[in-house]
């Protein structure tokens, strides 16, 4: 069964630094997103991203926050200078359309670390 | 402001049944899902009701009154396994671009021998 995949599964990092997480969307979804979850709470959207472009992104998504799809496959998330709040698990999803039930197939995430 | 309230714990014993409740506040509404998540794991996909009524689907229903801006998810026939978070998560609506979906606070549900 087709499923979304991420890398690392768990990325260390200094405050300050940028990060580049990864992910592969299943092949034939349109639509693609990133949401959070600090440990323990809820998970939070961040953005979602369609026909190239960012189409819904959230107050959390701001300018050190940026995505890209740099090829047919991979749907990145970069932090340009982390911070300690960033430490979080980030999630990629993506679904074939916004008919039906929505629903939106989660990846297992990447455990991001500021010290 | 939005928020989506759940109960933050629930136990019960196995081969019970559960009910999980959501109460929604958003700007807008199209839709409330359901989602469960394993400690360490990624959301996966319950539940969906875009209309008013129960939809079934094995030992999950989830129920939604769109007029009480209410929602709730009823697990059957718990099994240990069933032992997890279970958000509720809004779609405010309807665009070309996608929908992102608004999460709950979580219940972590608590299946005991």
């Known amino acids: 069964e087709p499923e979304v995949t991420q890398t690392p599964s768990h990325q260390v990092t200094q405050m300050g630094q940028e990060v580049i997480l990864r992910c592969v969307p299943i092949s034939n979804h349109l639509y693609f997103y990133w949401y959070r979850q600090i440990l323990g709470q809820k998970v939070e959207f961040l953005v979602s991203f369609y026909n190239n472009e960012i189409s819904e992104k959230s107050e959390i998504f701001d300018d050190q926050f940026s995505v890209e799809r740099p090829d047919g496959s991979n749907f990145t998330l970069k932090i340009r200078s982390t911070k300690l709040e960033d430490s979080a698990m980030y999630f990629c999803?993506?679904?074939?359309?916004?008919?039906?039930?929505?629903?939106?197939?989660f990846g297992p995430g990447t455990r991001l670390t500021v010290l | 402001g939005q928020s989506l309230e759940q109960p933050s714990e629930v136990t019960a014993v196995e081969g019970a049944i559960v009910q999980i409740n959501c109460t929604y506040q958003t700007s807008g509404f199209y839709g409330l899902s359901w989602y469960q998540q394993h400690d360490g794991g990624a959301p996966t996909f319950l539940s969906y009701?875009?209309?008013?009524g129960l939809e079934e689907t094995g030992r999950f229903s989830s129920f939604l009154s769109r007029s009480d801006s209410y929602g709730y998810l009823l697990l059957q026939e718990l099994q240990m396994k069933d032992s997890a978070s279970y958000f509720c998560a809004v779609r405010e609506g309807v665009t070309g671009g996608g929908n992102k979906l608004t999460f709950g606070t979580g219940t972590q549900l608590k299946v005991e021998l």
């Open positions: 999803a993506s679904n074939r359309g916004t008919s039906g039930n929505n629903e939106q197939f």
């Open positions: 009701n875009a209309l008013d």
